[in-house]
């Protein structure tokens, strides 16, 4: 199982940017796909961005869609996430995942089989 080390998170305020990097190690990343998921206190965690192996395919849940850019780069094995115009309803722990199975739900955590501990993104307003 691939281990994975999220970095980037911190405190912002509203109308910020950060940019969330999560780096692989043991082994390259493998499977359909990877992603970045998010957990409020208080809520459950929720999908936020994905993409393809490839990089040709890319989803973002509706409320982040013109403001956050996912991206990968298979030869440093690593995945970011870009996060521009940053408001407080952003605030979260933030996963990254990976090894997503072929013909899985790109949305679904359950789709995962490897990700990381979690790095704090916090907006102030």
């Known amino acids: 199982q691939v281990q994975l080390v999220e970095s980037g998170g911190g405190l912002v305020q509203a109308g910020g940017s950060l940019r969330l990097s999560c780096a692989a190690s043991?082994?390259?990343?493998?499977?359909?796909?990877m992603g970045w998921f998010r957990q409020a206190p208080g809520k459950e965690r929720e999908f936020v961005a994905a993409?393809?192996?490839?990089?040709?395919?890319?989803y973002y849940t509706d409320s982040v869609k013109g403001r956050f850019t996912i991206s990968h780069d298979t030869v440093k094995n690593t995945l970011a996430l870009q996060m521009n115009s940053l408001n407080p309803d952003d605030t979260a722990v933030y996963y990254c995942?990976?090894?997503?199975?072929?013909?899985?739900?790109?949305?679904?955590?359950?789709?995962?089989?490897?990700w990381g501990q979690g790095t704090q993104v916090t907006v102030s307003s």
């Open positions: 995942a990976a090894e997503r199975k072929y013909g899985g739900n790109y949305a679904s955590s359950w789709a995962y089989s490897s």
């Open positions: 043991g082994r390259s990343f493998s499977g359909n796909g």
């Open positions: 993409i393809s192996w490839s990089g040709s395919n890319t």
